[in-house]
């Protein structure tokens, strides 16, 4: 099993900044073996894809929604995933999750998400 606990999550205004975290565990999870992923649902709305980054650390894919606002990283000593969001935009609000696959070695473009987070409300006022 894989537990994944996400926050970082709160209210800031149009053009402000949120870092949230993603602190995973589990014995069968890895970050040298496991790609990982945000997704965000917003409410009325399906839940959305927006970042992933391999397994490698180094390639990552963005939702054209994100991209070049968020970014996503880890620091695979303290076994965290991070989304730092710049720019925001009341667009943005929504409960986000983090996630990662049961399969090892996915593309970063295509996390499904198989174990997923409780999620972080992110409120951003106009």
């Known amino acids: 099993q894989v537990q994944l606990v996400e926050s970082g999550g709160g209210l800031v205004q149009a053009g402000g900044s949120l870092r949230l975290s993603c602190a995973a565990s589990g014995r069968t999870f890895a970050f040298t073996t496991h790609t990982t992923g945000w997704f965000r649902q917003a409410p009325g709305k399906e839940r959305e894809f927006i970042a992933g980054?391999?397994?490698?650390?180094?390639?990552?894919y963005y939702a054209d929604s994100v991209k070049g606002r968020f970014t996503i990283f880890r620091d695979a000593a303290k076994s965290t995933l991070y989304l730092q969001m710049n720019s925001l935009k009341p667009e943005d609000t929504a409960v986000y999750y983090c996630?990662?696959?049961?399969?090892?070695?996915?593309?970063?473009?295509?996390?499904?998400?198989?174990?997923w987070g409780q999620g972080t409300q992110v409120t951003v006022s106009s």
């Open positions: 980054l391999s397994w490698t650390g180094s390639s990552t």
């Open positions: 996630a990662t696959d049961k399969a090892t070695f996915v593309p970063p473009s295509l996390v499904r998400g198989d174990y």
